[in-house]
């Protein structure tokens, strides 16, 4: 069951970040059909730290790409990911307080418009800039990205 199937035109065209908003989905995914099928809280417990790791990490190399490549949009898009952030730590404290509180249908809703939105609309902003990063430059990113992972 995918409450949100991954579409060409969330493409920002770097694979790097294409594969992490299709992760990102497929755990929304998963925590939405936890929430079909009654399991939310076991679901949203095991899958939300994670989440919330792999936001951070994604988020990290999209701001390191757009800084390489000199995207002028860059604070606000900053901006943004931190709002998405202190939502996602907000949820996560309800969940760990009082986990019949959440609302999980809101919440995977939530997550799947504000994901889909930002890659369709803020995303596609810095799509040719970060095009323009060499390939020296992107490899470098993507393994300060996988080493920082890793610690």
Known sequence: MSILPWSSLMSVRNPLLDNQHKYLLQVINDVYAGVVFGRAVNIFAEEFPGLLEYAKV?????ELLMDAAGYEGLSEHVKQHEILLAKLEETGKKVAEDVTSVDFEYICSFLGNWLTNHMMREDQGYVDDIA?????????IE????TSASA
């Open 132 to 140: 323009m990063v060499g390939q020296d430059v992107y490899d470098r």
């Open 58 to 62: 994604h988020f990290k190399t999209e």
């Open 143 to 146: 393994q300060q990205i996988l």
